[in-house]
């Protein structure tokens, strides 16, 4: 078998008549800054990366898996002040979701994957409306969430943008790319407003303000090593996830 049959851009579509993929996965990224050392389009990355090695992996396995082209723009509110970035409101996301999954069904695969690479990013209201009348099962990946004992273990100071677990990605997967001489310490300015931190509370950081250089976690501990044995574990894990839902049979919990 050719690998690039679970690619769909790369697939002819003789090959995909032969294979007959009943999952999907869409990779979900983001375009905006990553402190001022990684590129706007570090999530598309990402994702891009995670869909891909894991599918191979999967397929290799027995898996009937199709990876679909990236969406690299995402629900970007509150970064707005940033250069050339781009946000997705919410009737935008479920919009694409909607013809995706549909065009999906119409084609026997009834299985989605989305594979998120962007924290701003919120499926779960709109995979809950989708399922009601669809025939179709859609789980959410948030691939920065899988195997946290092994994102502990690899890194002393992650937070959650264009830190340490981020910059050794990136470092891992386009080393061109970063401009390791220009990271900053990825400083959060704490609210002023008490209360507001706390567990069960939540408002969305304006991030400029919040975030002076960008950044989320300091970067500075980052490395190549780092990123290529995260990557890897978190690609065996995806993979684990695409295999079972790719061989699971009608019926078996949650697929119904």
């Known amino acids: 078998m050719h690998l690039n049959q679970t690619k769909l851009m790369s697939a002819t579509q003789k090959e995909l008549l032969g294979y007959k993929p009943n999952t999907a996965i869409l990779p979900w990224g983001a375009t905006e800054a990553h402190g001022q050392h990684l590129p706007y389009g570090a999530d598309a990355i990402e994702t891009t990366a995670f869909a891909e090695h894991s599918a191979d992996l999967a397929s290799q396995d027995g898996a009937k898996v199709i990876v679909l082209p990236t969406i690299p723009f995402g629900n970007n509110a ?27 069904i119409r084609q026997d695969i009834d299985r989605l994957i989305i594979l998120n690479a962007h924290g701003g990013n919120e499926f779960k209201p709109f ?124 019926g078996d919990l949650p697929y119904i």
């Not at 409101?89 to 995706?100: A, G, P, R, Y």
């Not at 910059?167 to 959060?188: E, I």
């Not at 995260?230 to 839902?245: R, T």
């Open 127 to 250: 995979v809950r409306d989708l399922m009601i009348d669809r025939d179709i099962l859609i789980i959410v990946i948030n691939f920065w969430q899988l195997i946290p004992e092994m994102q502990a273990k690899i890194f002393e100071e992650s937070l959650d943008h264009a830190d340490e677990m981020e910059t050794s990605l990136l470092l891992y997967l386009c080393p061109d790319r970063v401009r390791m001489n220009d990271a900053g310490t990825g400083k959060r300015i704490p609210f002023q407003i008490e209360g507001l931190s706390q567990p069960g509370v939540w408002t969305p950081r304006p991030w400029t303000a919040s975030h002076p250089d960008l950044g989320s976690g300091n970067p500075q501990k980052a490395t190549r090593e780092k990123g290529e044995q995260y990557f890897h574990a978190v690609c065996e894990a995806i993979k684990n996830i695409i295999l079972n839902i790719s061989t699971a049979k009608k």
């Open 78 to 104: 509150q970064q707005l002040d940033q250069v050339a970035a781009i946000h997705f409101n919410s009737i935008t996301t479920l919009s694409i979701l909607e013809d995706v999954t549909d065009s999906l």
